[in-house]
């Protein structure tokens, strides 16, 4: 019995200084808290669509007079129409390979229509004067204003003005800073390839736009697709590129993933903020 419990005892002594010198090492994989901001990108396809639009301002302004007294009230509604998409698709593929796309496209919804300034006037009731103001500007994609828009639009639905693509692979590696911190994922791209084209659109201005109410402005702007195509090739980089913060925001309405990643330029176009991550086939 006491050699029993004399070799039990050197067993556990030999696995305790054989823990002490060589600590099991988990990967990643194997634990549930790996930080709260990691998220898993293999085998992804993240999908992120930001849009242009047309701003609707519409100001209401009512007089009313009563007793030789006149009061006014102005209330304004803004409402902001689709006009282009820019579309950033990235597939981070199991293999540890990358693609993404770029595509800017004008939007069907209001890429077109009717955006002359117009003011109305009407009195319905004695005594009420009821003034309508409406107005139009473009904002593109990055927020970023265009230009105030006062005619009839047409030719732009529907037609891509411009797309890129990159390619390359992608890393991920872990850091703990310390014994107490959560592990931490890093994502790496590095870019093999890069295209870009761009094919501008033309306008041609007419003043052949059906008369409406509110103004005398006949102004028709009509877009056609120039035969002028710059198409670029971009040195390919050896230098690996940070994703930074990479981490789940939300479910959309469809339970699908939307994903952070964080601020960083590939060949000079930025790919940071949210992406929709797309059903796996």
């Known amino acids: 019995m006491m050699k029993k419990l004399v070799v039990l005892f050197i067993a556990v002594a030999t696995l305790f200084a054989f823990s002490a010198c060589e600590p099991y090492a988990v990967t990643v994989d194997e634990?549930?808290?790996?930080?709260?901001?990691?998220?898993?990108?293999?085998?992804?396809?993240?999908?992120?669509?930001?849009?242009?639009?047309i701003e609707k301002t519409v100001t209401t302004v009512m007089s009313v007079t009563t007793g030789g007294t006149t009061k006014t009230t102005t209330s304004r509604e803004t409402v902001k129409i689709p006009c282009s998409v820019k579309t950033d698709t990235i597939t981070f593929a199991a293999d540890g390979t990358y693609t993404s796309t770029e595509a800017v496209t004008y939007h069907l919804a209001g890429a077109d229509g009717d955006y002359r300034a117009t003011t109305v006037q009407s009195t319905p009731s004695p005594g009420t004067i009821v003034t309508t103001m409406t107005s139009y500007s473009e904002y593109n994609y990055n927020g970023n204003y265009v230009t105030a828009r006062d005619e009839f639009v047409t030719g732009r639905a529907g037609k891509t003005i411009s797309t890129s693509s990159s390619a390359g692979t992608w890393e991920r590696i872990t850091r703990q800073d310390s014994y107490g911190d959560s592990i931490t994922w890093?994502?790496?791209?590095?870019?093999?390839?890069?295209?870009?084209?761009?094919?501008?659109?033309?306008?041609?201005?007419?003043?052949?736009?059906?008369?409406?109410?509110?103004?005398?402005?006949?102004?028709?702007?009509?877009?056609?697709?120039?035969?002028?195509?710059?198409?670029?090739?971009?040195?390919?980089?050896?230098?690996?590129?940070?994703?930074?913060?990479?981490?789940?925001?939300?479910?959309?309405?469809?339970?699908?993933?939307?994903?952070?990643?964080?601020?960083?330029?590939?060949?000079g176009d930025y790919i940071g903020g949210n992406y929709t991550v797309q059903p796996q086939q």
């Open 31 to 53: 634990v549930n808290d790996v930080g709260i901001q990691n998220y898993n990108l293999s085998g992804k396809t993240l999908v992120r669509e930001t849009y242009g639009y």
């Open 186 to 267: 890093e994502y790496y791209v590095t870019v093999t390839s890069s295209s870009s084209s761009s094919t501008p659109i033309i306008p041609t201005n007419s003043k052949d736009a059906a008369e409406i109410e509110g103004t005398t402005n006949t102004d028709k702007v009509t877009w056609t697709t120039s035969n002028n195509t710059t198409n670029t090739v971009n040195a390919p980089s050896d230098e690996p590129s940070s994703l930074g913060d990479v981490y789940r925001v939300r479910k959309d309405a469809n339970g699908n993933d939307v994903v952070y990643i964080g601020g960083v330029y590939i060949d």
